[in-house]
T-cell receptor
Framework: QKEVEQNSGPLSVPEGAIASLNCTYSDRGSQSFFWYRQYSGKSPELIMSIYSNGDKEDGRFTAQLNKASQYVSLLIRDSQPSDSATYLCAVSVTGGGNKLTFGTGTQLKVEL | SAVISQKPSRDICQRGTSLTIQCQVDSQVTMMFWYRQQPGQSLTLIATANQGSEATYESGFVIDKFPISRPNLTFSTLTVSNMSPEDSSIYLC????????????FGSGTRLTVV
């Protein structure tokens, strides 16, 4: 079982719709959760972090965490073509040397 | 967030040679990380580099193949030694930030092609 799992996609949504990206993790000691956006040929860019159960909103982005279900998600409201990228879920485990474990990423395509 | 300068941005190297990648941060950071991203794949951690101590390597990565230096709190290098075409990847350095916000920032990456 992979430590961090994501659906590879592509996930296609029309412009203006809500894009929902999901991630599950296996280590119950995971404490910090991150969503990165990576455009083709570029390095990952941090867009959201979440540490506690519930929702965290930042502009058009909402991260949701459910530790009991070992599930973290990212919602993108009013999706724009510029949101088309690969979204990487990353998890860090307390006591694990602060290192991040990444999922394989979900490719999002926002269509006009 | 920290600004990370990574160089070279890309290189094409002959098999059997070595390449050293440099990572310079504009602020002092305790932990620096080196990742590899193979074509179409996600990021895999190679090693964690702390200043003043030996780097800690992940399973599947060894010091002889990927020696790392960390001479101070703002700089690190990763060498890819005795390269083969399988080493063709993007190599990324990353730092953990705990000032202003908590997260991990990445350098712009080094795209390595081994021929």
């Amino acid at each position: 079982q992979k430590e961090v799992e994501q659906n590879s996609g592509p996930l296609s949504v029309p412009e203006g719709a809500i894009a929902s990206l999901n991630c599950t993790y296996s280590d119950r000691g995971s404490q910090s959760f991150f969503w990165y956006r990576q455009y083709s040929g570029k390095s990952p860019e941090l867009i959201m972090s979440i540490y506690s159960n519930g929702d965290k909103e930042d502009g058009r982005f909402t991260a949701q965490l459910n530790k009991a279900s070992q599930y973290v998600s990212l919602l993108i409201r009013d999706s724009q073509p510029s949101d088309s990228a690969t979204y990487l879920c990353a998890v860090s485990v307390t006591g694990g040397g602060n290192k991040l474990t990444f999922g394989t990423g979900t490719q999002l395509k926002v269509e006009l | 967030s920290a600004v990370i300068s990574q160089k070279p941005s890309r290189d094409i190297c002959q098999r059997g040679t070595s390449l050293t990648i440099q990572c310079q941060v504009d602020s002092q950071v305790t932990m620096m990380f080196w990742y590899r991203q193979q074509p179409g794949q996600s990021l895999t951690l190679i090693a964690t580099a702390n200043q003043g101590s030996e780097a800690t390597y992940e399973s599947g990565f060894v010091i002889d193949k990927f020696p790392i230096s960390r001479p101070n709190l703002t700089f690190s290098t990763l060498t890819v030694s005795n390269m083969s075409p399988e080493d063709s990847s993007i190599y990324l350095c990353s730092v953990e930030e705990a000032t202003g916000f908590y997260g991990y920032t990445f350098g712009s990456g080094t795209r390595l092609t081994v021929v």
